[in-house]
C-alpha cells in the first residue's frame, strides 16, 4: 500500500454554506473521500479479516477559504505509526501551493468481532516502510 | 402500523445552501427522516425475514422556501397500495397551514436473498386498513 | 450557452448509506451539482441582472443501485421550454450504457427584487436553438 | 448572550453511513447546529455590524458510536477568551451521562469589509462574564 495519495476533489454546489464558500464541516468529508481512496484495495481485505479502523479523532486548521470554482486537491499520507494507533495527514490545496486546510486523523485497528482495540494490521505497519 | 405519522424536523444550518435557504435537496432528507420513522417498528421485523423495501421514484413539488427559523413538520402517509409497489405522500408544512412543499415516493419490497421484487409483505397491506 | 452536459460525478463515501450503496436522496445531489455546471457562465451574467432560475419540481426515477467503486456521469440537457417555466432532465449512467436514474426538473425564473415570477431570460429561451 | 446551550439533536438517517452508525464528520455538524444555535440572536446584530465570526480550527474526540435510536444532545459553552479568538467547547451526550464525543472550535472575528481579524465584539466577551 502507498503511504501517500493525492486526490482530486470536485467541489460541489451541495458543499456550499450560505456564505457562499464550502462549509467547514464539508473539509472532513474531503479528509474522508481521500482517506477512502487510500485504504480502498487494503478495505476489503481487513473487512473480510474482520478488522476495521475506526477514526478516534479529527482535526483540521482552516487557511483559506474554498469557491465553487476552485481546483482542489487532498493529499492524504501517513504521518505516525504506533502499536495501537497511527496518525494520516491532509493537506487540501489547489494544486499549485496554495493551502486551504490542514487536517490529521488519528485512527485505530478494532477486532470487528470482540468489539476490541487490536494491533495495526501489517498492512499499515508496512506503508510507514514505503517511501 | 399507523397509515400516517407527522414528525416535527429540526433546521439545521448544514441544510442551508448559498441563497440562506433549505437545498432543494434537503427536502427529500426531510422526507426520508420521517418515511424511517414511520417504518422504524416494522423495518427490524422486514429486515429480518430478508425483507427490503426500496424507493423506486420520488418527487417534490416545492411552494414556499424553507429558512433557519422556520418550524417545519413532515406528515407522512399512506397513499395508494398496489401489488408490488405503494406509494408514500409527503406534506411538509409548519403546522399552522402553510406548506412548503408536497412530495411523493413510490417504494417496491425486494427479496434480499434473491435480489428480486416481491408482494407487499402484510405489515404494509394492513397498513391500508388502518384509519 | 450549451443545450447540454455530461459531467462525471466522484462518489464520495459520505454518499453512501448503511445500505453501502448510494443514498437515494444523493442522486438529487448528482442532478444538482450537473445542472450548476450547465449554468455555470449564464448564472453570473443573470445574478447581475437579478434573475434567479429556481427549481419548482424534481423527481427521480432509480433504476440501478450506484456503489463506490462505480464510474458515474450526469448527462444534463435541456427538455422542454415554456414562456415561464423549462424542463432540464438528467440521465445519471455509467458512460457504457447502464442508467442508474432518470430525473427532471422544472424550473421558473424569478425577478429578485419582486420576488415574482417573470419571463424567462433569453440565455435560457437561446439554449432550445442550439443543436 | 448565555454561555451555554443543551440542543436536542435529531438523528437522521441521512446521518448514517455504511458503517450503520452517524458518520464521523456529521459530528462537526451536530456542532455546528448548536453554535449557531447559541449565536443566533447575536448572530444578526454582529452581521448588521459587518462582524462575521470564523471558524479556525475544530476538532472532535470519538467516545462512543452514535445510532439512529440514540437520543443525543449537544452542549456547547464558552471555553476560553483570548482578544482575537476565542474556544468553544462541545459534549455530545445522551442526556444521562453517555458521552458520544468531546469537541474544541476555535474561531476569530473578521471584519466583513476588510476581510481582516478585528477585536472580539463585545457580546462575545461578555459571555465569558456570565455564569
Redesign the interface.
Same mark, same amino acid.
Given at each position: 500500500m502507498k503511504k501517500d495519495l493525492t486526490v482530486? @476533489?470536485?467541489v460541489? &454546489?451541495?458543499d456550499?454554506? @450560505?456564505?457562499?464558500h464550502v *462549509?467547514? !464541516?464539508t473539509f &472532513? !468529508?474531503y479528509m474522508?473521500?481521500a482517506r %477512502?481512496k487510500l485504504f @480502498?484495495d487494503t478495505f476489503q481485505e481487513l473487512t473480510k479479516r474482520g478488522v476495521l479502523l %475506526? %477514526? %478516534?479523532?479529527?482535526?483540521? *486548521?482552516?487557511k483559506k477559504e474554498i469557491f465553487? *470554482?476552485d481546483k482542489v486537491f487532498v493529499t492524504v499520507s501517513l504521518d505516525k505509526v504506533g502499536n495501537t494507533s497511527f496518525d494520516l495527514k491532509y493537506d487540501i490545496h489547489n494544486g499549485e501551493g496554495k493551502i486551504f486546510a490542514v487536517g490529521k486523523t488519528t485512527l485505530v485497528a478494532i477486532d470487528a468481532k470482540k468489539k476490541m482495540p487490536m494491533q495495526l494490521p501489517e498492512e499499515v505497519l508496512n506503508m510507514a516502510k514505503n517511501e
Open positions: 482530486p @476533489m470536485d460541489r &454546489f451541495a456550499l454554506d @450560505m456564505y457562499g *462549509n467547514s !464541516t &472532513f !468529508t474522508e473521500t %477512502v @480502498m %475506526v %477514526v %478516534v479523532s479529527a482535526e483540521c *486548521n482552516y465553487l *470554482n
